[in-house]
Every structure is written in structure tokens, then in C-alpha cells.
């Protein structure tokens, strides 16, 4: 009698947490298929490309473009108090490698209407090592 009660129960919090998509894009954000490809070194020289307009602390001041720690698995445009073009505010996904890989390949084409002022980097193993890079830079170290 008691496994009837569990098994209903266990079922419904499983299918309610399938339909929220919560184990989707958790295991999205966490796919590092592109960044295992990538050179850390190169892609923090790579990186110099992005600097003039993003840190990638929390506490860092705030340059043209929003600061960049946490970005894996964070909503795009969802960076308290930053000024966001209408198109990222709308914009209604979480970053992952993949979509990051898009977006940095073609920033004009990826979100039409965004402000960001980068032509886009067009060499695939440029991403590759420059998301080698982000996914070390944007994790806060302990203090
Ligand atoms: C000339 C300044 C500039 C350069 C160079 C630039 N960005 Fe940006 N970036 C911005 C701005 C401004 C935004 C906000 C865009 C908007 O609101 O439409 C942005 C947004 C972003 C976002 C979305 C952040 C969020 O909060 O959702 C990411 C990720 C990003 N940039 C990564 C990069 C990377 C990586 C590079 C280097 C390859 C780069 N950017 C180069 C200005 C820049």
C-alpha cells in the first residue's frame, strides 16, 4: 500500500519539473562540447577583442556592455540596472555554449537589434578557444 503513495507522488515531480524544462536547460548550460575543443591561453588573448566593453567579474566596474560573470546557464539580458537594447530585454533564452557560439559568430544575425558593436569573430576554432577562456573567467573564484 505504501509504494502506491510514493510512486504517484514521485511521478508528478518529475513530469511537473519536465514540463517547467528545468533538467533541459540545466543539462544545456552545462554541455561543454564546443569549449572542450578550445585553448584557454588563446582564448584569453582572444579575449582582449571583448575587453574594451565587458569585465567579467560581478564587483568589476561596468563598461559599454554588461559584466560577464555567471554567464553560463544566466538569462540572456538579464543584468540588473544594465541597459539593455528592447531586443536582448525580449530576448528569451539562457545562454549555453551553443547559442553563445551564435551569437559571437554573427551577433546582427543571432539577435537583430541588439547594440552590440562587434562585427562577430567568424573563425570557428576562435570560439572554440575563446569559450575555453569564458567558461574559467565567468565562474567567480571563492574568495
Ligand atoms: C563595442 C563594445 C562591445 C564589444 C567589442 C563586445 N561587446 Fe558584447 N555586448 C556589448 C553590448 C552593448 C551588449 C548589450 C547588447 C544589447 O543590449 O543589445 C553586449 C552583450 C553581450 C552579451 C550578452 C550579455 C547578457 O547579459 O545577456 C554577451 C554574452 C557578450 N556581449 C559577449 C561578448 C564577447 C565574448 C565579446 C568579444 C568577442 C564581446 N561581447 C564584444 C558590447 C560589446
Known sequence: MK??????????IVSASVLLGMPAANADAADTSISAGGDVTKGKRLF?????????TATAR???????????????GSREGFKYSQAMKEADFVWTEQNLDEWLAQPR?????????????????????????LREATVEAPE
Not at 48 to 56: D, I, S, T
Not at 109 to 126: C, E, I, S, Y
Open 109 to 133: 544575425t543571432f539577435l537583430p537589434g541588439n547594440k552590440m558593436a562587434f562585427a562577430g569573430l567568424r573563425n570557428d576554432q576562435d570560439r572554440k578557444d575563446l569559450m575555453a577562456y
Open 62 to 76: 561596468r563598461r559599454i556592455g554588461p559584466n560577464l560573470d555567471s554567464l553560463f546557464g544566466r538569462e540572456a
Open 48 to 56: 582582449n577583442r571583448c575587453k574594451a566593453c565587458h569585465n567579467l
Open 3 to 12: 509504494f502506491s503513495v510514493k510512486i504517484p507522488a514521485f511521478v508528478a
